[in-house]
C-alpha cells in the first residue's frame, strides 16, 4: 500500500523559502515508470500542477508560474520527494500536495489531477506580503 506523507510547510514573507518533503512508503522510485508531483490548490480555485520527475531518471517538468523560482527533487534512497521554494509571492499561498502515479505506463500531462492515483493529505503553505 502506497503512503504519501507531506512535512515543511509553514508561514513565510513574501521573497522567502521553504522546502517541501513527502516521505513516500510503498512506491517503487526505481520503476520505469514512476512519477511524483506536487500539486496546489487555493481556496477558490483548481488544483494546480506545480512541478514533477519520473524519480528513475530525474527527468523534471515545471509550471511556467514557478519555473526559475521552484525544483523538484527526489532521493531515491530514502524514498523521499522534495520542493525548494524560493522568491515565494503571495499568489502561491495554497495547500500543497504530493502525488504519484500508479507507475503502469509513460505520464501524459503533469498537470492534470486524473494521471495520479496517489494523494498525501497536504501541506499549507501562506506567503504574507
Known amino acids: 500500500q502506497v503512503q504519501l506523507v507531506e512535512s515543511g510547510g509553514g508561514s513565510v514573507q513574501a521573497g522567502g523559502s521553504l522546502r517541501l518533503s513527502c516521505a513516500a512508503s510503498?512506491?517503487?522510485?526505481?520503476?520505469?515508470?514512476?512519477?511524483m508531483a506536487w500539486f496546489r490548490q487555493a481556496p477558490g480555485k483548481e488544483r494546480e500542477g506545480v512541478a514533477g520527475?519520473?524519480?528513475?531518471?530525474?527527468?523534471?517538468t515545471y509550471a511556467d508560474s514557478v519555473k526559475g523560482r521552484f525544483t523538484i527533487s527526489r532521493d531515491n534512497a530514502k524514498n523521499t520527494l522534495s520542493l525548494h521554494m524560493n522568491s515565494l509571492e503571495p499568489e502561491d499561498t495554497a495547500m500543497y500536495y504530493c502525488?504519484?502515479?500508479?507507475?503502469?505506463?509513460?505520464?501524459?500531462?503533469?498537470?492534470?489531477?486524473?494521471?495520479?492515483?496517489?494523494w498525501g493529505q497536504g501541506t499549507q503553505v501562506t506567503v504574507s506580503s
Open positions: 502525488a504519484a502515479t500508479p507507475g503502469s505506463g509513460a505520464i501524459q500531462s503533469m498537470s492534470r489531477p486524473s494521471e495520479y492515483k496517489y
Open positions: 510503498g512506491y517503487f522510485f526505481s520503476h520505469r515508470y514512476a512519477y
Open positions: 520527475i519520473y524519480t528513475n531518471d530525474g527527468r523534471t
